[in-house]
């Protein structure tokens, strides 16, 4: 991950439990290369930001699709999730 670019170590202590299931995620999606652990927790991190951070666009949209309790019945997606979020069209 460092390869010459501007890095910053982040030193977090984690329940051992949280962070054994977190390594065998990690090892899973990312494998077992050098560098898999701190590209999972960039990625985790940015997509994290990118949700909270006012991102417009589809990613909105389908963010708030996934933290409601709207149920889809095969109708526009995008213009069911503005009805129910008040958004005008």
């Known amino acids: ?7 910053e170590v982040i ?10 299931r977190f390594r065998r995620y990690v090892a ?8 898999s652990l701190s590209r999972a927790i960039a990625d985790l991190i940015a997509r994290e930001l ?4 006012g991102v417009g666009g ?11 309790d709207y149920q889809w019945g095969g109708e526009d997606i ?4 503005r009805r129910r979020a008040h958004v005008p069209g």
Request: net charge neutral.
């Open 1 to 7: 991950m460092g390869g010459g670019r501007d890095v």
């Open 11 to 20: 030193k977090v202590e984690l329940p051992r439990d949280l962070a054994e």
């Open 28 to 35: 899973v999606k990312y494998g077992l290369r050098r560098g």
């Open 50 to 53: 990118a949700l909270h951070g």
């Open 58 to 68: 589809i990613d909105a949209i389908v963010g708030l699709g996934l933290q409601s």
């Open 78 to 81: 995008i213009e069911a999730l």
